[in-house]
Structure formats: structure tokens, C-alpha cells
């Protein structure tokens, strides 16, 4: 197959160009870049010499529906939804890795994204690509919605449980830590390195645009109006993302009770590894990989559930599942191009 990718020179892409080049179902790569064209690839990223020889070009829907078979939106909020509605007109798969169709109101969208996004009849269009959990949905879309960073580590985090009888689903506190790389490649003060050198720091506490998306898909689990506490935090790493999650028990279990619970809902998934007891995962565990790690902890002394994930926010939390949502649309061994250990040390 023949794939595009919309924004070639952000993060997201890179990400998706490295293991796309190793994809043995990857016949060629078109580049669309709005600021780059004309430009190798290799330009603006070194390291890519020799190995992707691409010149970046202007994205149009006619150039698209001619050459390419499933086209990336690895681009800020506010874009893809321009040129979704007229390519969902052609034949060709599209997988957006922003924001505008993970949310089905458009006005919930607007009110947390500040920006516009495609009408309902779209949104309504679009498949949520959380791959290890709704890929019998994700097989016959031609429209997905990868899901962002932090609802991919939460929502693999909460939904075996969020449904349980045992969980008090009013209680949910999300606390996540990021790499800088999630701030994107732009300069701002925030991730300058004389700024978050030796630093952390709490953001868009209360308000992080990733709320919604992942309250939108407990609240479907359980058929009932789900809000969490959410507070996302910068921390001096270039990837990776720990989200730890404390929810009350509203009766007495084991965490190996809970424990196989997870194993059982994950099963055959090839990459949610659910750990032993012992062994607390870590960011270093996943760099560079699709893999997502959990951990469970009963605390019975507060008769609460502690729930540890990780993932690399650049692999699971995008590029990574978006080819594993590619795979699975085409039919394609799911882990075709991402089997890969993950970077370590």
C-alpha cells in the first residue's frame, strides 16, 4: 500500500516515518507539508539521510485519492476536519492523530479545544482508535480518531474495571506526568530548557482538553455520566507518560482478584502487558515502543485501587497505535512494523 502523512515535520510524523519504514505492507510514503514543500525531509531532520528520500508536497484532495491508500493527520487541532469531509469522498482510510473527531458534541469540542471542528454527521462518522480495546470497530472504518496521549494511558488504565461493581466510579483521580516532547516541536517559553531543566510543574489543571475524551469513553462503558479529577504535569524527560489512578472500593477484593481481571480483559492483546506485583513499571520500560504497562494495587488500609500506566507518549500515544489501527484495518498482523523492543537504557 501507498501512505501519506499530513504535517511531515512534527514529532508525530517522524515517529510514523520510523516504523513505517520497516512495514513490510509500506510501498511508498507521500509527504504533505503546508510549510515545507519542495523540501527533503531529510532537510529538516538529519538523521533521515539516506533512508527516506522525500520531498514534502502540497496536500491536495485530487493528489491524495490518486496515489495513496491511507492518509495520517499528524497535525494540530483544527486542521484535519477541513479536509476530512471531502476525502471521506474517495476510497482512501483516513487515521487523524488530532483532536477533531476523538469528541461526538461539537460544541464539547469547541468549549475545550477553543477552536471548531466538523459537524456532527462527521463526528459521527468516526471510529475512537483505542486498538487494544475496540479494534472489531476499528476494522471496517474508514475514519478514525486516534486517541490522544493521556486518554490512551488512562483509558487502558480504567476501563477493565470503571464498569465493576466494586469501583465507587465518583471517587476517580488521574494524575499524569509527560515527557516535553507532548508540547510539540514549536518554541515557547514553557519547554525552553533553562525553563524545565530541574523543574516540574502542574498544568491546565482543571482543564486539560484531554478530559472530556477520556470521561466521553468511561461514560459509554458504564452507560452512566462519568467525571474524573485529572492533572496533568511536565516533567524534565523528553518521552514518556506515568499516569497513576486512585479510585475507591465500595467492597473488600483482592488485588489478585483485580490483577486477573486486567490479564483476562487484555488477553491476546500484544501490547498491554499487565505486571506482577513486584514489578512497577516505568517510562524507561516502554521508550521508543507501542507497548502500554499496568500495574494494580489494592491499598487495603484506605480500601482504595492505585493504578499505575505507561507509555511512550509519541508511540502508544500516537504514531504506534496509529499503525496498529492501520494494520487493523487492512487486515494485517497487528503488530506488522511495531514489533520492536523498546530503547534501553
Known sequence: ????????????????????????????????SQSKQ?????????????????????LTVEHVARHVDVLFFATPPAVSHKWVPALLETEV?????????????????????NKTTASKAYLNQAVYGLADVYRDKIKDAQLIANPGCYPTATLLGLLPVIDQAFIDRNSIIVDGKTGVSGAGRSLSQG????????????????????????????????EKSIFINFTPHIVPMTRGILVTMYVNLTEAISEEAIRELYQSFY??????????????????????????????????????LIIVSVIDNLVKGASGQAIQNMNLL????????LNLSPLYP
Open 1 to 32: 500500500m501507498n501512505v501519506g502523512i499530513v504535517g511531515g515535520t512534527g514529532y508525530g510524523a517522524i515517529e510514523l516515518m520510523r516504523f513505517l519504514t520497516n512495514h513490510q505492507a509500506v510501498e511508498k510514503m507521500y509527504l504533505y
Open 38 to 58: 519542495g523540501t527533503n525531509i531529510s532537510d529538516v531532520y538529519p538523521h533521515l539521510d539516506t533512508i527516506i528520500d522525500v520531498a514534502m508536497e502540497e
Open 93 to 113: 482510510k483516513i487515521i487523524d492523530l488530532s483532536g477533531d473527531f476523538r469528541l461526538a458534541d461539537p460544541a464539547v469540542y469547541e468549549a475545550w479545544y
Open 191 to 222: 519547554v525552553h530548557y533553562a525553563e524545565m531543566n530541574e523543574n516540574t510543574r502542574a498544568y491546565a489543571v482543571g482543564s486539560h482538553k484531554h478530559t472530556p475524551e477520556i470521561e466521553r469513553f468511561l461514560s459509554e462503558k458504564t
Open 267 to 304: 488477553r491476546d492483546r500484544a501490547f498491554v502487558r499487565v505486571k506482577p506485583g513486584h514489578s512497577l513499571p516505568e517510562t524507561k520500560q516502554v521508550y521508543g515502543s507501542n507497548y502500554c504497562d499496568l500495574h494494580i494495587t489494592v491499598d487495603e488500609r484506605t480500601q482504595r
Open 330 to 337: 487492512y487486515g494485517l498482523d497487528e503488530t506488522e512494523g
